[in-house]
């Protein structure tokens, strides 16, 4: 069975860091793009920041640019993701997912921000 588990949520304050982490179980993903959308209550989901297969390359959304990295231990089958300098907008449910997909594809926003494998989410607060 395919797992993917969150973890590294919580509440800081504005200006603050936080690292996200994302372990995936039930099989092998060096293969898959792994990466975190995000979404809060009555908005549209957002592709936050992915990783191709690899670790060749990386995706953010202009939002985070410049502010969250995202990394990828194939050994550990998990994918990371920092984030500093936060800001009260970055407040949201983030997803791990991972996909077979290109990179390209996965952020793809005409395609409904879909994945083969979703985490639970893990809810991060910014405060003001």
């Not at 994918?79 to 290109?102: F, G, I, N």
């Amino acid at each position: 069975q395919v797992q993917l588990v969150e973890s590294g949520g919580g509440l800081v304050q504005a200006g603050g860091s936080l690292k996200l982490s994302c372990t995936a179980s039930g099989r092998t993903f060096s293969s898959y793009v792994m990466g975190w959308f995000r979404q809060e209550p009555g908005k549209e989901r957002e592709a936050v920041a992915g990783i191709s297969w690899n670790g060749g390359s990386t995706y953010y959304s202009d939002s985070v640019k410049g502010r969250f990295t995202i990394s990828r231990d194939h050994a550990k089958n998990t994918v990371y993701l920092q984030m500093d300098s936060l800001k009260p907008e970055d407040t949201a449910v983030y997803y791990c997912t991972t996909d077979l997909r290109t990179l390209s594809s996965w952020y793809d926003s005409r395609l409904g921000f879909s994945a083969d494998y979703w985490g639970k989410g893990t809810l991060v607060t910014v405060s003001s």
